[in-house]
C-alpha cells in the first residue's frame, strides 16, 4: 500500500460488464509523416491501390473473427466499393489534391456529418469511419505494419477504439477498455460483449500514465495504480459476480434485509430509462433517484415538456406501485449544460448549481416542473430538489409546481402535486433540517462530503481526506435520520456510500433505512446488509 | 406490400414500410446495396415522396437517407432486370433484412 500515491478514480458508462485487473495501457492514434505527393496520376493510382490493401487486410480481420465481428466491418468493405462516395475523392485529386488529403477530407467530412446526427447510434457510426480513414491513410503513407504491442490482460485505454483495431488486439489472455469518449451503442461495444470483454466508456480525462489498472465494467468505474485496499474491494466485487449470476440472483430474490428488526429498502438510482434493462433492476423496492440531467445532454436545445414527460413516464410505468423519485435539473457543478448553467465561475460547485440554477431560469424550470406534475397521475411519483440550502429555496420551487399543476388543470390537462423533498447535501441544509416543509429528505452524502471535509471529490490528490467515513459526515446524516423518525418522513441516502460496503454498516448504526444505489450494486448491498445483520448485534 | 406500375414502359416503382426496429442502420444498408448491386438495372431510392432520388448502389448514400423505422421507402429501377431488382428489394425490405447464406 502506498499512502503517499494519490489513488485515481473515474466513472464512466457501462458499455460492456465485467471486470479487468492488469497493467494500464494508453493507446493513441498514429500518426505518421507526411509523404511526397506525385502527379495527379500516380496519386489516384496510389489511392486506388492502398484501397484494395485496406480492402484485403479489412477482409483478413472479418474472415478470421466471424460471425458479427465480420458483418460490422462489411460496413467499411462497402465504403470502399461505393462508386458515389469515391467518385468525388479521385476528382479531387485529379485537381491537385494529394491521396491522402483528398481521402483525409471526404471522410472527415462524413465523420462531422454522422457525429453531428441526434441518433446515438449514427453518430457511433462515425468510428468506424475514424478505423477506415486512419487505416488508408497508414497505407498511403507506409506505414501500414504498426501492430499495438500489449500485454496480455492489459486495460487499455484510448480516446476512441475503432473495430478493427480492437481485432487486432490479442484479448486471449483478456484485459479491459477503458475509452475517454466513446459509446456503448458503437461497434467496438458490441464486439467487447460478444468477446465478454470489460468495457467502459465516457470516462472523460484520465491521467496519461499509471502502472496497473481495476476496471469494473459493472459500476462504470476505472481506478489507476489502486490501493491494497481498492484492490481489495474490486477483488470482491469480482468474485460476487463471477459466482454465477444465478447464485447473485438468489440472494435479491431472498426476501428484502432487514437490521435491528425494521426492513431496510434497497433503491436504485438511474441516469436514464435504458438503465432499467440492468437484470438486478426488477428487484428493487423503487428507484430513489432518477437523475434527469440526460434530458439536458441532448443536440437540439432543451428538451420540450412532451419528450419530458415521456421520459417520466416511462420509468413510472416500469416501477408499478413502486415509489419513483425524480429529482429536478441538478446542472452546474461539475456537470456543465451549454446555454443553462453559468459559465467561467471561478467556483462552479459553490456556484449557481441545482435548484439554485433553476430558480433562476424559470423558463426552463417551468417546463420540467410541468412535466412532472402531468407524470404524477401516472404512478408513484416523489420530486426532489438538488442543492437546497434555505426553507425559502424549498418554498420558491414549490410555488413553481403549484402554478404549473393549476396552469395544467386550468387547460383540462391531468396534473398533480407529487410530495416534494429535498436532498440533504448543503450542511446549512443539514443543520437546520428542522426548518424544512419537506415530505422527505435525500441524503447525497458525495456533495455532503465534498462541502463538510472542504475536499473538491475530482481531485484525486485529496481522496484520503474526503472520506465520507468522517465522523462529522455521519453525525450530519445521523441527525437527518433521527429528525426524518421523529417527524415520521422518510430518509434515504443516495450517494456512493449506499453501495459500499464499507459504508454500509455505519449507515444503518446511524438510522439510515433507505439506501438507493446503482442497480449493478444492488446484489452486493444486500449481501451486506444480511451479513451485518447476522454478524452485528442488531442495535 | 409490393405495388409496382409501370408508367412508361421501362420504370418500375415499388413501395415499402421500413420494419427495422434501428431505421436503415449501416448493417441493412449495407444488405440493400449487396443485394442492389447485383442487378444491371439502375436502381433509385428515395425515403419520401419529396425527396431527391438516391443511387440505391451506394451505401453511403443510403446511411445518408437517415431513414427512420415506419417511414416507407420507395425503389426505383429501370432497365433490364428492373422488375426483378424491385421485387427483390422490396422483399428484403419487407422482411426485415435476413440473414443470407452466400
Known amino acids: 500500500m502506498r499512502d503517499d500515491i494519490a489513488e485515481q478514480a473515474y466513472r464512466g458508462r457501462t458499455a460492456s460488464s465485467g471486470f479487468a485487473h492488469g497493467p494500464f495501457v494508453r493507446v493513441d492514434p498514429v500518426t505518421n509523416g507526411g509523404r511526397a505527393a506525385g502527379v495527379p496520376g500516380e496519386e489516384q493510382r496510389a489511392l486506388r491501390t492502398a484501397l484494395l490493401t485496406a480492402g ?68 457511433a457510426r462515425s468510428s468506424d469511419l475514424t478505423d477506415l480513414r486512419d487505416r488508408v491513410i497508414r497505407t498511403l503513407r507506409g506505414g501500414g505494419g504498426d501492430t499495438l504491442k500489449i500485454p496480455g490482460g492489459a486495460v487499455i485505454c484510448a480516446d476512441d477504439l475503432p473495430p478493427s483495431r480492437f481485432l487486432e488486439i490479442d484479448w486471449s489472455a483478456g484485459g479491459g477498455l477503458a475509452l475517454l469518449r466513446g459509446s456503448p451503442t458503437s461497434h467496438v461495444a458490441m464486439l467487447a460483449r460478444a468477446r465478454g470483454i470489460p468495457m467502459v466508456v465516457q470516462l472523460g480525462l484520465v491521467a496519461a500514465s499509471a502502472n496497473t489498472a481495476l476496471l469494473d465494467g459493472e459500476g462504470a468505474t476505472l481506478e489507476l495504480d489502486p490501493t491494497a485496499e481498492q484492490v481489495g474491494l474490486f477483488e470482491r466485487r469480482r468474485e460476487l459476480h463471477r459466482e454465477n449470476r444465478t447464485s447473485a440472483r438468489a440472494i435479491l430474490r431472498r426476501p428484502g434485509p432487514s ?28 428507484i430513489g433517484l432518477m437523475r434527469t440531467e440526460f434530458l439536458l445532454a441532448g443536440r437540439t436545445g432543451l428538451p420540450g415538456e412532451e419528450a419530458q414527460f415521456q421520459a417520466y413516464d416511462t420509468v413510472l410505468r416500469w416501477a408499478g406501485e413502486r415509489p419513483v423519485t425524480i429529482r429536478t435539473f441538478d446542472a452546474g457543478g461539475d456537470k456543465p449544460v451549454p446555454g443553462f448553467t453559468y459559465d467561467g465561475e471561478p467556483n462552479p460547485f459553490l456556484g449557481v448549481r441545482g435548484l439554485r440554477l433553476c430558480l433562476r431560469r424559470p423558463d426552463v424550470f417551468i417546463v420540467q ?32 409546481l403549484i402554478d404549473a399543476v393549476n396552469g395544467l388543470q386550468a387547460e383540462g390537462i391531468p396534473a398533480a402535486l407529487p410530495p416534494l423533498g429535498i436532498m440533504v447535501e448543503v450542511p446549512a441544509a443539514a443543520l437546520t433540517i428542522e426548518r424544512f416543509k419537506a415530505s422527505f429528505f435525500s441524503i447525497g452524502s458525495n456533495d455532503l462530503a465534498q462541502y463538510l471535509t472542504a475536499c473538491d471529490r475530482s481531485n484525486g490528490a485529496l481522496a484520503k481526506l474526503a472520506d465520507p467515513l468522517n465522523p462529522a459526515v455521519l453525525e450530519l446524516i445521523t441527525r437527518t435520520a433521527e429528525y426524518g423518525k ?11 456510500m449506499a453501495g459500499d460496503p464499507r459504508c454500509i454498516p455505519a449507515l444503518l448504526v446511524c438510522g439510515v433505512r433507505e ?24 442495535d | 406490400m409490393l405495388e409496382t406500375r409501370q408508367p412508361n414502359g421501362q420504370v418500375i416503382i415499388g413501395s415499402v414500410r421500413l420494419v427495422h426496429a434501428a431505421g436503415m442502420h449501416a ?16 436502381i433509385s431510392i428515395r425515403a419520401s415522396a419529396t425527396a431527391d432520388w438516391i443511387n440505391a448502389k451506394s451505401v453511403s448514400k443510403i446511411m445518408a437517407l437517415r431513414a427512420a423505422r415506419d417511414s416507407v421507402i420507395e425503389i426505383k429501377a429501370s432497365g433490364e432486370d428492373a422488375e426483378a431488382a424491385v421485387a427483390a428489394l422490396v422483399k428484403l425490405v419487407a422482411t426485415d433484412f435476413p440473414e443470407i447464406d452466400q
Not at chain 1, 102 to 120: G, H, P
Open chain 1, 56 to 123: 484485403r487486410q479489412i477482409a483478413a480481420l472479418a474472415k478470421a473473427a466471424g460471425g458479427e465481428a465480420a458483418q460490422i466491418l462489411e460496413f467499411q468493405v462497402s465504403l470502399l466499393d461505393d462508386d458515389d462516395f469515391l467518385e468525388p475523392i479521385y476528382a479531387a485529386i485529379l485537381a491537385g489534391t494529394p491521396a491522402d488529403a483528398a481521402w483525409s477530407v471526404a471522410l472527415d467530412e462524413q465523420i462531422s456529418d454522422y457525429n453531428s446526427a441526434t441518433d446515438e447510434y449514427l453518430r
Open chain 1, 259 to 286: 437490521w435491528g428488526g425494521e426492513k431496510i429498502q434497497l433503491l436504485i438510482n438511474i441516469q436514464r430509462g435504458e438503465d432499467l434493462d440492468h437484470a438486478d433492476a426488477q428487484y428493487a423496492d423503487g
Open chain 1, 369 to 400: 416542473l410541468r412535466a412532472l406534475a402531468r407524470a404524477a397521475v401516472r404512478g408513484n411519483l416523489k420530486v426532489m430538489f438538488p442543492m437546497v440550502t434555505t426553507p425559502d429555496e424549498l418554498e420558491a420551487g414549490r410555488e413553481l
Open chain 1, 486 to 496: 421523529l417527524a415520521g418522513m422518510g430518509v434515504s441516502l443516495c450517494g456512493d
Open chain 1, 515 to 538: 439506501l438507493s444505489v446503482n442497480p449493478s450494486a444492488l446484489a452486493l448491498a444486500k449481501q451486506t446488509i444480511d451479513g451485518f445483520s447476522r454478524g452485528g448485534n442488531g
Open chain 2, 27 to 42: 448493417r441493412p444498408a449495407v444488405k440493400l446495396t449487396k443485394l442492389a448491386k447485383q442487378f444491371q438495372a439502375q
